[in-house]
């Protein structure tokens, strides 16, 4: 055989071998199907998160803080989206436990129990209005009482003594004294001046300003008005006063006679400060319907009482340091006739 035959013969079977790799590799390639459905790549899944809490904004953002009415402090805090009376705190040793309270988003209220040696109410308030560092609320008690305070912020849950001096003339019947009236007694405003009635014997009833002072002197006019044919009855004055009824009672008679007193346990019990009787005379009295000038000092454990000038007792009593201040008359006729005395121009100043 010619090299030239070799050659093409070797060419020819080199090109068959390959035609027949290239079928072979192509009977292992899937046809194309036109309606098969692509490939889905997996795609890592999504994380399903809870929703967080409803964070609501505070819509009063002054009223939290410590606001004062008389002795009494409530702390009030936001907490859990709404507001809340976290605590109760005040003067004295009756006691004041919060029983339910509520806030719809505009306004809180809470009640609280009072308890003293002579019972107990039930006391609500609901805030109004917030006005920088006063707090307006509606005040209601089972004993009867409905009106609005004014509340005070203080810097602590401590209470804070009112400022001094402080004046009153009574000619506005809003500036917080008591006002009341029931068939033993009656109290209240009347052009200018400040009355106090009682009507039943033996019972020294009052009409206190919802203070709370420390040292203090206190001084005012006192006219009786209706007064007993015998004038056996008396004009007072009270400093220290405690919500339970206790504190310091200085009194006057109409028929020129003081004394000087301490009540504790409630108001129930009374102990004279004078050294004999109860009650003394002074010529610097002005018997009957005269007016009288009448100051009283309350400062340390250091008690004094003067009359139209002159001083009638200095003493020492450490029961009370700090509370409110009244006014009052009372009746000592055995026919239970009434005594009204009128109070005006009071004063209260520093030592």
Same mark, same amino acid.
């Given at each position: 055989?010619? +090299? ?9 079977? /080199? ?5 027949? $790799? ?29 929703? +967080? ?34 605590? $109760? ?43 920088? %560092? ?15 305070? /004014? ?27 008591? $006002?009341?009236?029931? %068939? ?84 129930? /019990? ?23 000038? $009448? ?15 002159? +001083? ?34 009071? +004063?209260?100043?520093?030592?």
């Amino acid at each position: 055989m010619n +090299a030239t035959k070799k050659f093409w013969i070797v060419l020819t079977g /080199t090109v068959l071998a390959m035609v027949m $790799i290239a079928c072979s590799c192509n009977s292992l390639t899937p046809a194309l199907n036109p309606t098969a459905t692509a490939a889905v790549i997996p795609q890592p899944a999504t994380e399903i998160v809870p929703p +967080a809490e409803t964070i609501v904004s505070n819509p009063l953002p002054d009223l939290a803080g410590f606001w004062q009415d008389f002795s009494r402090v409530f702390t009030i805090e936001w907490q859990g989206n709404q507001y809340v009376v976290s605590a $109760i705190t005040a003067a004295g040793t009756s006691k004041r436990t919060l029983t339910s309270q509520s806030w719809d988003g505009k306004s809180l209220t809470w009640t609280y129990e009072y308890s003293d040696e002579n019972g107990s109410s039930t006391n609500t308030y609901t805030t109004v209005s917030v006005s920088g %560092d006063s707090l307006t609320v509606k005040y209601s008690s089972t004993n009867g009482a409905a009106d609005t305070h /004014t509340l005070k912020r203080v810097s602590s849950a401590v209470p804070v003594h009112d400022a001094l001096p402080y004046y009153e003339d009574f000619s506005n019947p809003n500036s917080g004294w008591d $006002i009341y009236s029931n %068939d033993n007694s009656s109290a209240g405003y009347e052009n200018g001046y400040y009355f106090v009635s009682a009507k039943k014997v033996k019972i020294n009833y009052y009409g206190e300003a919802y203070l709370f002072f420390g040292d203090t002197v206190m001084e005012v006019d006192a006219t009786p008005a209706t007064v007993p044919a015998n004038n056996n009855f008396s004009s007072s004055v009270f400093c220290r006063l405690q919500s339970n009824g206790d504190g310091y009672l200085f009194e006057i008679s109409g028929d020129g006679y003081f004394a000087v007193g301490v009540y504790t346990g409630g108001g129930n /019990t009374y102990s004279s400060l004078l050294s004999g009787d109860d009650w003394q005379r002074s010529t610097a009295i002005k018997t009957g319907t005269a007016t009288n000038h $009448i100051s009283v000092t309350c400062a340390g454990s250091q008690l004094k009482l003067e009359v139209n000038g002159t +001083a009638l007792f200095e003493g020492q009593d450490s029961t009370f340091t700090e509370g409110d201040i009244a006014v009052g008359a009372t009746t000592y006729d055995s026919n239970n006739s009434p005594a009204e005395v009128h109070f005006s121009a009071l +004063a209260v100043t520093a030592p």
